[in-house]
Antibody
Framework: QVQLQESGPGLVKPSETLSLTCTVS??????????WSWIRQPPGKGLEWIGS???????YYNPSLKSRITMSVDTSKDQFSLKLTSVTAADTAVYYC?????????????WGQGTLVTVSS | QSVLTQPPSVSAAPGQRVTISCSGG????????VSWYQQLPGTAPKVLLY???KRPSGIPNRFLGSKFGASATLVITAVETGDEAHYYC????????????FGGGTKLTVL
């Protein structure tokens, strides 16, 4: 059964860079058919897609966040990562990683348990 | 503000039928596949339906999905107390490149 687990600092200072890693178990980030994704949820609010990365097909980012995002895949560790620069309090959220079955048509399954990142000095 | 519009809340007694709507437009729902997610309190979302109306293994057949035009609908035919959760629709939007968009979410309260 595929499992995803987020890791990274729970507290980031304003203007700094948020960095998170998602470790994939019982699957491979090298698999060409899937896209590895980040989704966030501010406290008490809805879901927002951040972006998706494929080992073979590149990266796709939310247009509203594109200028601040970098996503990458580490096939040697079966991990993928998110970097979000110049964070503000508006970036405070639970960050989820998830597997996307296909770009432009797929769905997210499974999801990690999520990790809360707070932006505060 | 979400591109996809869902009612903020719905409520029903156990055994009743519940309908949750998800309204979009030509750049998203009308021309793309819809998925639905259930988020139980304090947990990560879980896929409930994909490709408009398909259920992953393990999802009860009480959960039904449909799409007509630029709107999608989630129906729970006989609500149970354990169904109390937030429900989100999602699809793809082609207006600014290709991106995933989510509805604002609907809180189901089981009375």
């Amino acid at each position: 059964q595929v499992q995803l687990q987020e890791s990274g600092p729970g507290l980031v200072k304003p203007s700094e860079t948020l960095s998170l890693t998602c470790t994939v178990s019982d699957d491979s980030v090298s698999r060409a058919s899937y896209y590895w994704s980040w989704i966030r949820q501010p406290p008490g609010k809805g879901l927002e897609w951040i972006g998706s990365v494929s080992n073979t097909a590149g990266t796709y980012y939310n247009p509203s966040l594109k200028s601040r995002i970098t996503m990458s895949v580490d096939t040697s560790k079966d991990q993928f990562s998110l970097k979000l620069t110049s964070v503000t309090a508006a970036d405070t959220a639970v960050y989820y990683c998830a597997r996307l079955s296909g770009f432009s048509w797929g769905w997210f399954d499974p999801w990690g348990q999520g990790t809360l990142v707070t932006v505060s000095s | 503000q979400s591109v996809l519009t869902q009612p903020p809340s719905v409520s029903a007694a156990p055994g009743q039928r519940v309908t949750i709507s998800c309204s979009g437009g030509t750049s998203n729902i009308r021309n793309n596949l819809v998925s639905w997610y259930q988020q139980l309190p304090g947990t990560a979302p879980k896929v409930l339906l994909y490709e408009n109306d398909k259920r992953p293994s393990g999802i009860p057949n009480r959960f039904l999905g449909s799409k007509f035009g630029a709107s999608a609908t989630l129906v729970i035919t006989a609500v149970e107390t354990g169904d109390e959760a937030h429900y989100y629709c999602a699809t793809w939007d082609n207006s600014l490149g290709v991106e995933v968009v989510f509805g604002g979410g609907t809180k189901l309260t089981v009375l």
